[in-house]
């Protein structure tokens, strides 16, 4: 099999003393797509900072495409082709849904090419189906300030793929969200599955199962168990840890 | 934004319509001090668009526009004082006579040149503008910090300026007045005519060029820098970049203007890099509408006539009055002026007054006898 698309070894970040990632070892292969679960404070976002180039970590490496990310600046670890999804939502409120997107798609992402070029056929077709994907279409014109909240989510997925990244960081997607729209969303991440590498950090069980697929459980900052959603439901550290918990507030 | 645009275009055409009106009529109707006046304040505009696209658009608030400011006007003034210079002893200057300066310093010979002294308005402080804030932008340095580094390295430069007697006459200033181009004094009524076309016309030009570069995709980017600029960078965009590029244009218009302005007031000295006058730069365009670039040149325009008209009258009061007409603006007009207008003011205004009485709203839906919308 090829080497994996991304791989983090021995990853450990210290804030000030603080260890909010220890040791962390994760590999994602190409097409797949991965759950990370863990109570608050397991470093789940750290460690998207540090994959994105937001943080540097202490000690570890990051390796993208067999090369290392370490040292790089956020704009040009995107346009190595990793796209990040923040916890909130964080589109350009003050432009339209095809504008937001057409930032996105944009090739080369030069001050230079967006003065002088026009946007090509081939990317206006494409803002055309990525509103279809998300069904933004009526709202093309649409300060996208004004959209409801799930359809910013949906529109930044949207501005995600529309980036065209190897792999997607989806932080936290169906927060906030109605259970038809997480149905809609979770359908919609399985789809970019295959095509892309999807790892998607959440707290909501119902949506990660439907998910239907490996879970990496995130404790104090450390891989504390991966598998499928039942092995994990089963394991008793993990329980004593999170589910548990979390199950006996759904009571 | 569609439906806003057909309303938004007509009241932009009916502001242009005035204001061509007003630039063709004013040389025939205005004696010639008001028109010299008038002259003096669009060339103002031309500044304010800058901060409006460094501010209103990009979301960085320069308290520093006068540095690139007065070094067009330096520009434009060192090579006036040259092109007259032959009758003075040595061929330099009479100024430099007074501080017993023999040999001209190395940086004026250049603005002998014509060609020159008109690239280097506008380069010269686009240059400087560029290396500044590339440096602060690269260190993530905004907000607040942003505006008060700017206003330090005001600081600096009209501190160096001011006191260097010896290479540009120090806290006098150079004057252009009494200087000769084409063999005409620069401040004749002929003269002055024509800087008050050429203001007009670069006015013109210069938002034609503001609205090039706002209109697109680089104009949505400066507003992503604003509204988020994390975005902005896992979307792949580089914002150092931009706001590089933006702040050296403010910084070329700054140039342009100081140059016009200097010509038309007969002097450029280190007044021009005051605190106060820089902060009045920023007032212009949150009055006018800050992210419309009809607003900054209504602003500058309108403002700075008022301030002359209500000086001639009550000399003592204006500074009270532009502190007044700033809080008005920031607590009622968020958007400016024209900002309020465009997005349905008067009409609201209008109704709070009890005048007119219909607001715009969902329409009415039918509803039957038993209060059930029909479909």
């Known amino acids: ?251 | 934004m569609s439906i806003f645009s057909t309303k938004k275009s007509w009241i932009n055409l009916t502001i242009w319509v005035l204001i061509i009106a007003l630039i063709i009529a004013a040389p025939s109707v205005l004696p010639v001090f008001r028109l010299n006046l008038l002259g003096r304040y669009l060339s103002l505009a031309i500044v304010a668009l800058g901060v409006d696209l460094i501010w209103g658009f990009t979301g960085m608030l320069s308290l520093g526009q006068g540095i690139f400011f007065a070094l067009g006007g330096y520009c434009a003034a060192m090579f006036l004082q040259l092109n007259s210079a032959g009758e003075f002893p040595n061929g330099i200057p009479e100024f430099f006579g007074l501080y017993g300066v023999e040999k001209l310093p190395f940086f004026w010979e250049p603005f002998k040149s014509s060609i020159f002294t008109l690239i280097s308005i506008w380069l010269l402080p686009a240059i400087i503008a560029g290396l500044l804030g590339y440096l602060v932008f690269r260190n993530r340095i905004k907000g607040v910090y942003f505006s008060i580094l700017t206003q330090a390295a005001l600081l600096v430069f009209f501190n160096f300026f001011n006191g260097q007697q010896k290479l540009i006459n120090g806290t006098n200033g150079l004057k252009t007045d009494v200087t000769q181009l084409f063999g005409q004094m620069v401040g004749s009524e002929i003269m002055q005519r024509w800087f008050f076309w050429i203001t007009a016309i670069l006015v013109i030009f210069a938002w034609f060029f503001a609205r090039w570069i706002v209109r697109d995709r680089f104009g949505n980017i400066l507003i992503g820098i604003r509204d988020d600029e994390a975005r902005v960078r896992f979307t792949g965009y580089n914002p150092v970049i931009f706001k590089t590029i933006i702040f050296s244009i403010a910084g070329g218009l700054a140039g342009v203007s100081g140059a016009l302005y200097t010509v038309q007031s007969g002097i450029v000295s280190p007044q021009f890099m005051t605190v106060p006058f820089s902060i009045e730069m920023v007032i212009w365009v949150a009055v006018g509408g800050r992210g419309t670039l009809l607003g900054a040149i209504l602003g500058a325009v309108l403002i700075n006539y008022a301030k002359s008209l209500v000086s001639e009258a009550l000399p003592a009061s204006w500074m009270f009055i532009q502190g007044g007409l700033f809080i008005l603006v920031v607590t009622a007009l968020p958007e400016g002026v024209l900002g309020w207008i465009r997005t349905g003011g008067p009409k609201k205004l209008l109704f709070l007054i009890g005048i007119n009485k219909k607001l715009e709203t969902y329409p009415s839906l039918e509803v039957n006898e038993q209060g059930e919308v029909k479909s």
């Open chain 1, 1 to 251: 099999m090829n080497s994996p698309l991304l791989e983090l070894k021995q990853i450990s970040v210290s804030f000030e003393g603080f260890l909010a990632l220890r040791d962390l070892d994760l590999a994602l292969n190409q097409g797949e797509l991965r759950a990370v679960i863990g109570p608050n404070g397991a470093g789940k976002t750290t460690f998207l900072d540090v994959i994105t180039g937001k943080v540097a970590p202490t000690k570890g490496d990051v390796i993208f495409k067999e090369k290392s990310l370490l040292g790089q600046k956020e704009f040009r670890i995107a346009r190595k082709g990793i796209g990040r999804k923040f916890q909130s939502p964080r589109i350009f409120e003050n432009l339209s849904v095809q504008e937001n997107l057409a930032l996105s798609v944009s090739r080369p992402k030069t001050p230079f090419s967006l003065l002088i070029n026009s946007l090509k056929v081939k990317h206006l077709d494409q803002i055309q189906h990525l509103m279809s994907i998300v069904n933004l279409q009526s709202k093309a014109n649409i300060r996208a300030g004004s959209l409801s909240h799930g359809q910013k989510q949906w529109l930044e997925i949207a501005m995600l793929v529309g980036q065209d990244p190897d792999l997607l960081l989806v932080d936290e997607p169906v927060a906030g969200l109605t259970d038809e729209e997480t149905d809609l969303t979770a359908d919609l991440l399985k789809s970019l599955a295959g095509d892309h590498t999807v790892l998607v950090i959440d707290h909501d069980m119902e949506f990660i199962r439907r998910l239907d697929c490996p879970v990496s459980v995130l404790h104090q900052g450390h891989v504390l168990k991966e598998g499928s959603m039942s092995d994990i439901q089963k394991d008793p550290l993990v329980i004593e840890v999170y589910l548990g918990k979390s199950e006996e507030e759904e009571e």
